[in-house]
């Protein structure tokens, strides 16, 4: 498998001063953008990608800080922030020459999405979120020993230093950890695609580490500020995720329809790498998206 979708084409591209995204480009027809989530890179999409280039000019990067792009050190706390990667996208499809796109994103790439939803709403046309609840809401839901499920979160959340050397030093059993845990599948991410995404991660630790960084710090800035404002996404979304309700004891849709005016909200009996291990699920639920 390596590190390519079939029958998609990677090449690196220039969106900001030092940063290029390593992006995979297949298809024809209007523009859907797919960003990856943690610990993966645009190689998660191996399998949604090409059903949905027989329709749409598909456009899968790495985000900034992960997988072959670009990973500045974190200068400040907005190197890595979600406003930072939205622009990113922006710039992407500048240098594509996509005037409007659907986007969508998985864990940490919804988070991206997200904020580009909120920050660029003339840019998209529709928005997805694969398995996560607004920044915010994430932090307020996790309460008592529930909160244990996001243990990393916390430890990324530490001033610099320790946790990039505690990572650093066991990655492949730390990174591995969420592979095998988040995943009600065996067969979702074979040796090959595993052994990348491991790769991966090990050459991007103080990268990935900003990134969670930032979402304890700057981007709950940037989302209150919205939430405060009235600002919502304006676009079509669709929400899928596993039942966070049951596992967390709240109302995930619920916590959805303040930020979201025209909201499809969806869960699934897969895991947290659905795109993975039901992709012809996830692919029919984006196509369904993209005709709203």
């Known amino acids: 498998m390596g590190n390519i979708i079939t029958g998609f084409e990677t090449r690196p591209i220039g969106v900001a001063d030092g940063v290029e995204l390593n992006v995979a480009v297949g298809g024809d027809g209007p523009a859907l953008v797919l960003l990856h989530g943690f610990p993966q890179t645009h190689l998660m999409w191996r399998h949604?990608?090409?059903i949905l280039a027989e329709h749409h000019t598909v456009v899968c990067p790495d985000l900034r800080g992960y997988g072959a792009s670009s990973k500045p050190e974190a200068v400040g706390g907005d190197t890595y922030s979600k406003r930072t990667m939205a622009a990113d996208i922006i710039h992407l499809a500048d240098a594509l020459?996509?005037?409007r796109f659907a986007l969508v994103g998985h864990d940490r790439g919804a988070h991206v999405a997200f904020r580009a939803g909120l920050d660029h709403p003339n840019r998209i046309s529709h928005l997805g979120f694969l398995d996560?609840?607004?920044t915010l809401d994430t932090w307020n839901v996790l309460n008592g020993v529930n909160a244990a499920v996001a243990f990393h979160l916390y430890l990324m959340a530490q001033p610099p230093g320790l946790a990039e050397q505690m990572i650093a030093n066991s990655a492949d059993a730390f990174f591995g950890h969420f592979l095998d845990a988040w995943s009600t599948s065996s067969h979702a991410i074979p040796a090959d695609v595993r052994a990348e995404y491991l790769r991966a991660c090990r050459d991007a630790v103080p990268s990935i580490v900003a990134d969670y960084r930032a979402t304890a710090t700057i981007d709950i800035e940037h989302d209150q500020a919205d939430l405060d404002a009235g600002n919502q996404l304006t676009m079509p979304v669709t929400v899928v995720q596993q039942d966070w309700g049951q596992q967390l004891g709240?109302?995930?849709?619920?916590?959805w329809r303040p930020w979201a005016a025209d909201l499809e909200h969806f869960t699934t009996q897969a895991g947290h790498f659905m795109a993975e291990e039901a992709p012809e699920d996830i692919a029919t639920l984006i196509l369904n998206l993209v005709k709203r």
Do not use: H
Not at 250 to 255: G, K, L, M, P, S
């Open 48 to 50: 949604v990608a090409p």
């Open 132 to 134: 996560i609840i607004p």
């Open 250 to 255: 709240f109302d995930a849709a619920a916590t």
């Open 97 to 99: 020459g996509l005037d």
